[in-house]
């Protein structure tokens, strides 16, 4: 009776411990074959797929070819001594086109004192008056414009670089026709050269006005567009001459451009310009945009997700491939190109695998 006393805890603990094996793990009481269940990890699909880098930057759609039109008021004023800049006069805008408006050969820019001036196609600017006996290449750009608008109807003047009477007559013609005193004399403010026909941007004076010499009137710009926007230093080697970039408008209407400017700035960064491909049906002259382009880094490549790597202290990648009889296996993987969250692997792995990839 006094032995059974002795034993009695040891049994009760037994009894426990035997308890607590079998809530836990009945098997390990009966099957002496079993094995201990796999711990359960997550997994991914090794794939294939093509590997790039995505970049945005703010933009603006603007009209190409943008040029600012002058007051030439010295000599509209008659006072032919000034110089743009000079002092002289000040006159009052009686007329001026819009904003928007479509300027071609012969139509009136604008009037000061109801003194037209006139777009005409041509390169070379209007710097100098013009009247009979003056000779050059301006000479001959002015009687090819009035020639064109119809003001030679006998077919009297040869078109060149002399300044004859008949070009004056043509001339006392087409000033009589946009309500100009017919002088017979072009004067340099008379006319603005433009290359072909242009859109009206921003007009930076309004009817009533007083403007002064060489004070800007208008931006005269082609009716393509164009994109431009800045990419920093890191990233300017993600876009190149050629590229396609998108455009998302404030529509969220998305357009694409195609890059052909990049010029270099002070900072290592880049202004990037890109003509549209697409009909932009918005008219204002400067449209905020978001751009976006991409960067292939490699494609068609052996992948796996980033957190499926494993790094040893001496560098080397591994990967855990589970096995069609679910044991799991470390494979030597050499990484290479990475993006959003997957990375390129090379080794003994192929498409289909299930890695671990916590």
Not at 227 to 235: D, N, R, Y
Not at 236 to 250: K, N
Request: charged share 20%.
């Amino acid at each position: 009776m006094r032995n059974l006393r002795r034993i009695a805890p040891f049994v009760l603990v037994g009894i426990a411990i035997a308890l607590i094996a079998f809530i836990y793990e009945p098997r390990n009481l009966f099957d002496n074959n079993s094995v201990p269940v796999a711990e359960e990890r997550d997994t991914s699909t090794v794939v294939t797929r093509s590997l790039g880098q995505s970049f945005t930057a703010d933009g603006m759609v603007v009209y190409t070819n943008a040029t600012t039109a002058f007051v030439r008021l010295e000599t509209q004023s008659s006072a032919a001594s000034a110089t743009p800049g000079s002092g002289s006069l000040p006159s009052v805008v009686t007329q001026i086109v819009s904003e928007g408006a479509t300027v071609d050969r012969g139509d009136v820019l604008w009037r000061l004192g109801n003194e037209p001036t006139v777009a005409l196609f041509g390169e070379l600017p209007n710097y100098r008056d013009l009247g009979r006996g003056d000779e050059g290449a301006d000479v001959l750009q002015l009687e090819t414009n009035l020639v064109a608008l119809g003001f030679d109807p006998d077919d009297t003047i040869t078109v060149d670089e002399t300044f004859t009477t008949n070009t004056e007559a043509m001339v006392e013609r087409w000033q009589d026709s946009i309500g100009a005193e017919p002088t017979g004399r072009v004067d340099a403010g008379a006319v603005v050269y433009i290359a072909d026909t242009r859109r009206v941007g921003p007009v930076s004076v309004a009817v009533g006005d007083s403007v002064a010499a060489a004070d800007a009137m208008m931006t005269l710009t082609a009716n393509d567009r164009e994109v431009t926007f800045s990419v920093l230093a890191a990233e300017r080697g993600t876009v190149t001459d050629g590229d396609r970039v998108d455009i998302r408008l404030p529509d969220r209407t998305t357009l694409t451009a195609v890059v052909h400017s990049i010029v270099i700035d002070d900072t290592g960064g880049a202004s990037v310009t890109a003509q549209t491909e697409d009909v932009i049906q918005a008219v204002a002259d400067q449209i905020p945009v978001t751009i976006a382009w991409s960067r292939e880094l490699a494609s068609d490549v052996v992948t796996v997700p980033e957190s499926a790597l494993i790094r040893t202290d001496s560098g080397q990648y591994n990967v855990e491939v589970r096995g069609p009889d679910g044991m799991d296996r470390l494979v030597p993987v050499e990484a290479a190109a990475s993006a959003d969250g997957w990375v390129e692997v090379i080794g003994d792995i192929s498409p289909g695998d299930e890695v671990i990839a916590p």
